[in-house]
Antibody, heavy 117, light 109 residues
Framework: QVQLVESGGGLVKPGGSLRLSCEAS????????LNWIRQAPGKGLEWVSY????????SYADSVRGRFTISRDNAKNSLYLQMNSLRVEDTAVYYC??????????WGQGTLVTVSS | QSALTQPASVSGSPGQSITISCTGT?????????VSWYQQYSGKAPKLMIY???KRPSGVSDRFSGSKSGNTASLTISGLQAEDEADYYC?????????FGGGTKVTVL
């Protein structure tokens, strides 16, 4: 069965960095676009970034462009999000989600990132 | 990338039908038939309920249906059940990526 498992969240100070990982199983990882989507505590969903199946096409939300970098390793069935210059407003649960033809059909359980001094 | 507009809350009695609206612009909802809807229980990951405006994934009840007119998409839940009480989010493709609605809390009275 399809599984997406995020890791790497934690507490970090403003201006700090963190790298999230998402390990996938149960499907042919290299065939799918993947996304990071976040949800601040008590708030709605916010799309963060996507990466194409080969990793050649990438897009970011305005709120993270220039600070976050999405990448993938198809040999390791893994998706990453390098987050630099973190701000308090980046505090959220970060989900990785599989893109099955322009919709998010599988989601991980999420990993909590807390940015606080 | 402004969020799509959804009502904050919608309620209904068991057996009734409710509709959640999702209003965007000509740059997102109005331009693409790539609107999807997600159900989220508290503390859980979202679940895909509708994709491409009106298609249901395998395993999703046919009580859930979607539609679109102009810049507004809608999710209708028919025969409301207690288990439908959750948050619902719409999402649309845009040329820059994806945009979600603010979410609607559905309460079953």
């Amino acid at each position: 069965q399809v599984q997406l498992v995020e890791s790497g969240g934690g507490l970090v100070k403003p201006g700090g960095s963190l790298r999230l990982s998402c390990e996938a199983s149960g499907f042919t990882f290299s065939n799918y676009y993947l996304n990071w989507i976040r949800q601040a505590p008590g708030k709605g969903l916010e799309w963060v970034s996507y990466i194409s199946s080969s990793g050649t096409t990438i897009s970011y939300a305005d709120s993270v462009r220039g600070r976050f970098t999405i990448s993938r390793d198809n040999a390791k069935n893994s998706l990453y999000l390098q987050m630099n210059s973190l701000r308090v407003e980046d505090t959220a649960v970060y989900y990785c989600a599989r893109d099955r033809s322009n919709n998010f059909d599988y989601w991980g359980q999420g990993t909590l990132v807390t940015v606080s001094s | 990338q402004s969020a799509l507009t959804q009502p904050a809350s919608v309620s209904g009695s068991p057996g009734q039908s409710i509709t959640i609206s999702c209003t965007g612009t000509g740059s997102d909802v109005g331009s693409y038939n790539l609107v999807s809807w997600y159900q989220q229980y508290s503390g859980k990951a979202p679940k895909l309920m509708i994709y491409e405006v009106s298609k249901r994934p395998s395993g999703v009840s046919d009580r859930f249906s979607g539609s679109k007119s102009g810049n507004t998409a809608s999710l209708t839940i028919s025969g409301l059940q207690a288990e439908d009480e959750a948050d619902y989010y719409c999402c649309s493709y845009t040329v820059l990526g994806w945009v979600f609605g603010g979410g609607t809390k559905v309460t079953v009275l």
